[in-house]
């Protein structure tokens, strides 16, 4: 495999731009390919066989284009499909998971918020990664049910109202952090910092997952230091819609193409 090979990174549509930033910011010089799985969105309420059936679907792409790894870019394909694709795939895939630890650690109010979508939320690796944590902290858990496809329309401010319902009852019941497990919603930033005190922090899992993917990188000499990166973001929908995220992102707008996939 080329040190200059792409980054494969892929999501149920525009949100895991949020993680895209992040590895861009990180190691700007790695060229990388986005799939925008906005066809199949939300993946959150579908059966786990069907989120296992995408998830390989769009890896296929991946793989077919020569990426060198691929991120996972969706919690909820993560929590419900990695295992898959690591036993499937020799290529190495990097996750993101719901960033209960850093919250668990850090709270003082000992409760916490965790705001994702139902399949994540209900997949087994999450009630196994986060039952450490519940023997010594409450975790008020909401299914963000609704968001996703409000986000995939690039109507943010229409999620004020639901994202209200959701996030009050948390704030009420005393959280002093609220996760956001789903890698749309840091799209909802300032929505949700006009619902939350700002004594809350919100805490997104993008900045470790760029961190993780520098050092699974490193570890197999497949990181790229020198050259221009080539960026390439794919929906099998709506162009302007992913464009205009890329464009909110300081990302080459120009560079969203439609892709059957
Ligand atoms: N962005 C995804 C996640 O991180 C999934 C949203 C969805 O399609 O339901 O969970």
Redesign the pocket.
């Known amino acids: 495999m080329n040190k200059d090979a792409p980054i494969g990174i892929f999501?149920?549509?525009v949100?895991?731009l949020s993680i895209w930033r992040e590895i861009n910011r990180l190691l700007p010089q790695e060229s990388s390919i986005y799939l925008a799985d906005s066809k199949?969105?939300?993946?959150?309420?579908?059966p786990k066989d069907e989120i296992i059936r995408l998830s390989v679907k769009n890896t296929e792409v991946l793989v077919e284009e020569g990426c060198k790894l691929i991120v996972v870019?969706?919690?909820?394909?993560?929590?419900n499909a990695i295992d898959t694709l690591r036993s499937h795939y020799s290529i190495p895939f990097v996750g993101?998971e719901p960033a209960t630890k850093p919250a668990a650690i850090a709270t003082r109010s000992g409760k916490i918020g965790v705001l994702?979508?139902r399949?994540?939320l209900t997949s087994e690796l999450f009630l196994s990664t986060s039952a450490p944590y519940r023997e010594e902290i409450e975790i008020i858990e909401r299914v963000g049910a609704g968001l996703?496809p409000i986000i995939e329309s690039g109507k943010l401010s229409e999620a004020r109202d639901l994202l209200k319902r959701y996030l009050e009852p948390m704030v009420a019941a005393g959280v002093d952090s609220i996760v956001l497990?789903?890698?749309?919603?840091p799209f909802l930033i300032e929505e949700i910092k006009a619902i939350v005190p700002s004594s809350i922090q919100i805490i997104d899992s993008g900045a470790p997952v760029a961190r993780r993917t520098a050092k699974l990188l490193q570890e197999r000499n497949l990181l790229n230091d020198e050259g221009t990166a080539q960026l390439r973001f794919y929906t099998n929908t709506n162009v302007e819609v992913l464009s205009s995220f890329l464009q909110r992102l300081d990302a080459p707008p120009n560079e969203a193409q439609h892709l059957n996939f």
Do not use: L
């Open positions: 999501d149920s549509g949100g895991g199949h969105a939300p993946y959150g309420e579908r870019a969706c919690n909820t394909a993560t929590t993101i994702a979508t399949g994540t996703v497990g789903c890698s749309h919603y």
